[in-house]
């Protein structure tokens, strides 16, 4: 997926954060800066990003699977 460089930062850092979070440093949080975001746009992304990572564990670890509406067009970009 092409996103522009504001997005492709965002993603890197959200994908970063879930899978290691331990890795991040402050060159990570400067290039969201450099693609301009602002220290309260990262923050936000930070609590989006862990808030989801943590509810999804918890809904994981508790074998908590949902079924939703098989006609959403979102389903479709799931690999199976």
């Given at each position: 997926?092409?996103?522009?460089?504001?997005?492709?930062?965002?993603?890197?850092?959200?994908?970063?954060?879930?899978?290691?979070?331990?890795?991040?440093?402050?060159?990570?949080?400067?290039?969201l800066r450099?693609?301009?975001?602002?220290?309260?746009?990262?923050?936000?992304?930070?609590?989006?990003?862990?808030?989801?990572?943590?509810?999804?564990?918890?809904?994981?670890?508790?074998?908590?699977?949902?079924?939703?509406?098989?006609?959403?067009?979102?389903?479709?970009?799931?690999?199976?």
């Amino acid at each position: 997926v092409d996103l522009p460089a504001p997005e492709a930062q965002l993603v890197a850092y959200a994908v970063k954060l879930t899978r290691d979070p331990a890795s991040i440093t402050e060159s990570d949080v400067q290039a969201l800066r450099d693609v301009g975001f602002d220290d309260l746009d990262i923050v936000d992304a930070n609590a989006q990003c862990a808030h989801l990572n943590y509810v999804n564990r918890v809904a994981m670890g508790l074998g908590i699977h949902s079924i939703g509406d098989p006609d959403v067009p979102a389903y479709d970009a799931i690999p199976t």
